[in-house]
């Protein structure tokens, strides 16, 4: 585990393969997503590290409902029950009723890549194969300040799911990306503004299209669901993103 001060009460933290973020107002935090399963304990730690107690969150926010992003969260509920929060299109995912993640089968014919198969067994042992159920999660506002500290302003990205959702916290120029845009990932060495590999996006067309959401936004601080965090306007990343997406990315046009 590895936390990194982004900004005054904001630090993103490093799991086992994936990052979450805390947003600090007063005592109170905002969580925003909870790694794998296995991450748990450096959930806490976290918490506890910055000065604060698991008790003091007073809402999560979920970017999508990837078991490498809400794992955590049934564990941390068990010891405080706190609202968690997701998109409309997340929720039947978050209640078992849909599934648009990839799967062994998406995965398993890559592994002859070095890089792949390491990353496989990571997060295997992370808890990648936990069936995460969180049907009490509620749908989000988007697009005006969340009642939660920080006052982060949820922002609909979909492609990589069906309901990914981005957080801008306009007070800190920090924009929380999840899995819509990275600068980082196991299976490649490139570092910098990046999107995931298409085999784990659910609408890899739909991905692509949705950057140019992320390149209206005024901020200077990219802090992604995979990899370091990333100073400069987002108009920047998102050319840098586009400009190095393989061609499965794009859509003929018209």
Same mark, same amino acid.
């Given at each position: 585990m590895q936390i990194h001060a982004?900004?005054?009460? #904001?630090?993103?933290?490093?799991?086992?393969?994936?990052?979450?973020?805390?947003?600090?107002?007063?005592?109170?935090?905002?969580?925003?997503?909870?790694?794998?399963?296995?991450?748990?304990?450096?959930?806490?730690?976290? #918490?506890?590290?910055? !000065?604060n107690r #698991?008790?003091?969150?007073? !809402?999560?926010?979920i970017t999508h409902a990837h078991v490498d992003h809400v794992g955590a969260l049934p564990q941390l509920q068990e010891i405080h029950r706190f609202p968690l929060h997701a998109h409309e299109h997340e929720l039947p995912m978050l209640r078992g009723e849909a599934h648009e993640q990839a799967t062994a089968a998406d995965v398993?014919?890559?592994?002859?890549?070095?890089?792949t198969a390491l990353w496989t067994?990571?997060?295997?042992?992370?808890?990648?194969?936990s069936s995460i159920r969180l049907p009490q999660t509620q749908a989000v506002r988007t697009g005006t300040a969340l009642d939660l500290p920080g006052a982060p302003v949820a922002l609909?990205?979909? !492609?990589?799911?069906?309901?990914?959702?981005?957080? &801008?916290?306009?007070?800190?120029?920090?924009?929380?990306?999840?899995?819509?845009?990275?600068? !980082? &990932?196991?299976?490649t060495s490139r570092v910098g503004p990046q999107l995931l590999p298409a085999l784990t996006a659910h609408d890899p067309v739909g991905l692509y299209d949705t950057l140019g959401s992320i390149a209206q936004?005024?901020?200077?601080?990219? #802090?992604?669901?995979h990899g370091p965090v990333w100073?400069?306007?987002?108009?920047?990343?998102?050319?840098?993103?586009?400009?190095?997406?393989?061609?499965?990315?794009?859509?003929?046009?018209p």
């Open positions: 982004i900004a005054d009460d #904001v630090f993103m933290v490093s799991g086992i393969a994936s990052n979450w973020t805390l947003v600090r107002e007063g005592r109170d935090l905002t969580l925003i997503d909870a790694g794998y399963p296995k991450d748990l304990g450096a959930v806490i730690a976290a #918490v506890e590290h910055i !000065g #698991v008790e003091d969150i007073r !809402g999560a926010l398993l014919p890559q592994c002859w890549r070095p890089r067994l990571t997060l295997l042992r992370a808890g990648a194969l609909a990205c979909p !492609g990589h799911t069906s309901g990914h959702t981005i957080y &801008h916290l306009p007070r800190a120029g920090v924009v929380l990306t999840g899995d819509a845009l990275i600068t !980082g &990932h196991p299976v936004i005024d901020a200077d601080t990219l #802090v992604p669901g100073r400069g306007q987002m108009r920047a990343a998102v050319a840098e993103a586009r400009a190095s997406a393989a061609p499965v990315f794009t859509r003929p046009r």
